[in-house]
């Protein structure tokens, strides 16, 4: 689900005094007051969240849903901007100063079991979940909204939530960068290589389910799902909010554009590069990579 839970509500008519503070025109329109208790994706908005479009062909019809939009529906409570996405960014950023956010998933909490194996050179934020038996090496930083779960090895310098870079050129010639308030979920008997990467999620976790296999020096971009039973050999390169199905093995040095889906049971030869979502149970291999009959790599499993 895309969403954030705020750590304290906000009043709509509280926001709006903070949004015109911050852009001068911003309209509020709305039949009725309620609290914030979150933030969601305006493609699938969440009751009681606040939310942006560009396009308002996409607005799904919730009245407990606060809209930032570039004009009014009738029915909806809406902030109307000529900019959206800056507003929203502009809040995001509001937020995440204030640490108003909840960037661990529901039902966690900062906790490091007792069997965990936590290297003293390894670096935990505050906000973070280890699991029963994990095991995290030297030089591993594992940052604010990190789950990681039972039986998981996180091997030497890896990096779990940092920030992606995700940036908007605003119609008033500012550059911003979006806010990362989600974080990152490993599941469990989930090993990650040496100096890998996993990216936090903007408005929901990057995650890693169980039994996956993520070789050395690989990066997960923010917002990536990636299935049971994956193998990543070293060096992949997987873009921002792709999904990998159950059981999809990507050969050395892969490379997958942003926003694709890696159907179940591909096959990814080394060194080739995805560009379009694949087809289940099909190999592929090439810089575009084609679909080919026969190829396997990866490991039995």
């Known amino acids: 689900m895309s969403a954030v839970a705020l ?19 911003a309209k509020l ?16 908005p969440i009751s009681h969240t606040i939310c942006f479009l560009e396009d308002i062909s996409l607005v799904k019809q919730d009245p407990t849903v606060l809209y930032i939009l570039p004009e009014h529906i009738d029915g909806l409570v809406t902030l109307v901007t000529e900019d959206p996405r800056y507003v929203f960014i502009k809040l995001l950023e509001h937020i995440q100063k204030y640490d108003n956010y909840e960037p661990l998933p529901d039902g966690f909490r900062d906790f490091v079991h007792a069997t965990a194996f936590v290297h003293e050179k390894a670096i935990l934020e505050s906000g973070v979940f280890i699991g029963e038996n994990a095991w995290i090496g030297a030089g591993v930083v594992v940052k604010k909204g990190s789950v990681i779960g039972k039986n998981s090895i996180i091997r030497e310098n890896t990096v779990l939530g940092c920030p992606g870079i995700a940036l908007y050129k605003a119609k008033n010639g500012e550059v911003l960068r979006f806010p ?5 979920s490993i599941g469990d008997n989930v090993e990650i290589g040496a100096n890998a ?34 193998w990543m050999s070293v060096g992949t390169l997987i873009g921002g909010n792709c999904v990998v199905e ?3 093995t990507l050969g050395l040095g892969v490379s997958v ?4 889906h890696i159907e179940e049971n591909t096959s990814v030869g080394m060194g080739s590069v995805i560009t379009k979502s ?3 149970n099909t190999s592929y291999f090439g810089n ?4 080919l009959r026969g190829l396997k790599t990866g490991p039995v499993r």
């Open 7 to 25: 750590k304290d509500p906000i009043g709509v008519f509280e926001l709006l005094n903070f949004i015109e503070d911050l852009v001068i025109g």
């Open 29 to 44: 329109n709305t039949p009725n007051q309620f609290e914030i208790t979150g933030i969601s994706d305006g493609r699938a």
């Open 180 to 184: 990362h308030l989600s974080g990152v």
């Open 197 to 230: 990467v996993i990216v936090q999620g903007t408005l929901k976790p990057t995650v890693v389910e169980d039994d996956v296999v993520i070789g050395n020096l690989c990066n997960i971009g923010h917002g990536v799902t990636v299935k049971s039973k994956v």
């Open 246 to 248: 159950q059981n999809a």
């Open 257 to 260: 554009k942003d926003r694709l």
């Open 278 to 280: 694949t087809t289940a």
């Open 288 to 291: 575009p990579a084609q679909p």
